[in-house]
T-cell receptor, first 116, second 113 residues
Framework: DAGVIQSPRHEVTEMGQEVTLRCKPI?????LFWYRQTMMRGLELLIY????????DSGMPEDRFSAKMPNASFSTLKIQPSEPRDSAVYFC??????????????FGQGTRLTVV | AQSVSQHNHHVILSEAASLELGCNYS??????LFWYVQYPGQHLQLLLK??????LVKGIKGFEAEFIKSKFSFNLRKPSVQWSDTAEYFC???????????FGTGTRLTVIP
C-alpha cells in the first residue's frame, strides 16, 4: 500500500483565496483525521471521520474551515477565505479500529500551507 | 479525559549519550499509549505502542518505553543515541470515549555529533 497520500505537498496562496487540501487514506481504514501543526500550537486535531461521517469537528478553528469525505477513499479540507495565520503543515492520518481497540494512526506526508 | 503531557521541550545530547524522554498520562481506565517520531521535514511515524502485557515495549531503531502504572508514566528510552535520532518525539493516547489520538506537545531532540 502506498500509505496515506496528501496533495499538494506545498501550497502558497494569497490571503483571501480558497485553499483545498486533499487526502487519500489507506484502503480499508475506517477512520480519517485532519491535524494541523504549527510551532506555536503543536499538533492539533481539527476533525475526524468514521466511515465517511464527521464525528468530531470541535477542533476546526472557525467557519472558514470545512472538511468533507464524499467516499471512503477521499477527503478534502477547505479554507475559504484563507488568512496568514492559517499557515501551517496540515496532516491527514487514517487508522483501522478493530473491535473498538485503537490501532496506530498512519500519517501522510503533510501539506505545507503558506498564506501571504 | 485522557491526555498526555511531555515536560521536556528540547533536549540536546551528544552522540552515544543515553536518552530518556518523559511522558505522563492522565488516568482513564484501559490505557493504550503511543510514541511517534517526526524527523525534520517529514511526517509522524510510529516508534512503538503499548496495549497490554509486558510493560517494557521495544520499538524500532533501538527505542523502548516502559509503562509504569503507579507513576502514570510511559517514558521513552534509548541507551545510546545517534545523530540520526535528531527529531521531534510525540507521546499520544486515545481519548476516552472517542476514537482519536491526543498528542503531547512534543519533545525536540537534538543530537550533536
Amino acid at each position: 500500500d502506498a500509505g496515506v497520500i496528501q496533495s499538494p505537498r506545498h501550497e502558497v496562496t494569497e490571503m483571501g483565496q480558497e485553499v483545498t487540501l486533499r487526502c487519500k487514506p489507506i484502503s480499508g481504514h475506517d477512520y480519517l483525521f485532519w491535524y494541523r501543526q504549527t510551532m506555536m500550537r503543536g499538533l492539533e486535531l481539527l476533525i475526524y471521520f468514521n466511515n465517511n461521517v464527521p464525528i468530531d469537528d470541535s477542533g476546526m478553528p472557525e467557519d472558514r474551515f470545512s472538511a468533507k469525505m464524499p467516499n471512503a477513499s477521499f477527503s478534502t479540507l477547505k479554507i475559504q477565505p484563507s488568512e496568514p495565520r492559517d499557515s501551517a503543515v496540515y496532516f491527514c492520518a487514517s487508522s483501522l479500529n478493530r473491535q473498538s481497540r485503537w490501532t496506530e494512526a498512519f500519517f501522510g506526508q503533510g501539506t505545507r500551507l503558506t498564506v501571504v | 479525559a485522557q491526555s498526555v503531557s511531555q515536560h521536556n521541550h528540547h533536549v540536546i545530547l551528544s552522540e552515544a549519550a543515553s536518552l530518556e524522554l518523559g511522558c505522563n498520562y492522565s488516568y482513564g481506565g484501559t490505557v493504550n499509549l503511543f510514541w511517534y517520531v517526526q524527523y525534520p521535514g517529514q511526517h509522524l511515524q510510529l516508534l512503538l505502542k503499548y496495549f497490554s502485557g509486558d510493560p517494557l515495549v521495544k520499538g524500532i531503531k533501538g527505542f523502548e518505553a516502559e509503562f509504569i502504572k503507579s507513576k502514570f508514566s510511559f517514558n521513552l528510552r534509548k541507551p545510546s543515541v545517534q545523530w540520526s535520532d535528531t527529531a521531534e518525539y510525540f507521546c499520544a493516547v486515545p481519548t476516552l470515549g472517542a476514537n482519536n489520538l491526543f498528542f503531547g506537545t512534543g519533545t525536540r531532540l537534538t543530537v550533536i555529533p
